[in-house]
């Protein structure tokens, strides 16, 4: 199975590793052409804004949305979230607009607030118990944003403080988190899992 990973900006070779790990073939996407020679995608945590308007640049936002709106398998970390959520509220740390990041795909039923947690200084790491994996998984949070609602069709697959930061939505899976920085391939295995089925 071929998995492309975004190579606009952000964690990407982190993401192609885990993949790997997890025997998947990833794929470097950046035009649609590459887009088009993919089974699934993995869009990475980064900067939102800037992801946004690369995609843009590039004439890959239309073409994206087409694809997963036709039910190819997206995975999106952090960044990658908050580009596929449907609405982007407040942002206190957020320059310009702050309610709003331009250039998304819009494309799961979930409202999330960037920066939620703050600023770089204030990553941390958790351990989350995930639906599926029978061990907790040691997860990473930079600059995550929060979950603040979810819609009727999206499943939470693991909650923090009892907000959701994994979520799935028919061909769609989000995470608050990184799990690409951790060496556990897990949450990767579980979107291999999602994409073949």
Do not use: W
């Not at 936002?61 to 694809?67: F, K, N, T, W, Y």
């Not at 029978?134 to 949070?141: K, Q, T």
């Amino acid at each position: 199975m071929k998995i492309g990973v975004l190579g606009l900006q952000g964690d990407v070779r982190e993401h192609q590793r885990a993949l790997e790990t997890a025997g998947a073939s990833p794929v470097l996407v950046k035009h649609a052409a590459e887009l088009n020679d993919v089974d699934a995608l993995v869009i990475p945590g980064g900067e939102s804004t800037t992801i946004g308007k690369l995609l843009d640049r590039f004439a890959l936002l239309d073409p994206l949305r087409e694809r997963v709106a036709s039910g190819m398998p997206v995975y999106g970390t952090c960044a990658g979230l908050i580009l596929m959520a449907a609405e982007v509220v407040l942002d206190e740390f957020a320059v310009g607009n702050p309610h709003d990041a331009p250039h998304r795909l819009g494309s799961m039923d979930v409202a999330v607030t960037r920066n939620a947690y703050g600023r770089q200084v204030d990553s941390f790491e958790t351990d989350l118990d995930i639906a599926g994996l029978d061990e907790p998984f040691r997860a990473v949070f930079i600059r995550a944003p929060t979950i603040e609602r979810t819609g009727a069709d999206v499943e939470v697959l693991a909650t923090f403080e009892d907000r959701p930061v994994l979520v799935r939505q028919r061909n769609m899976l989000a995470s608050t988190f990184h799990p690409e920085m951790t060496g556990d391939a897990r949450v990767h295995e579980l979107f291999i899992q999602m994409a073949a089925a």
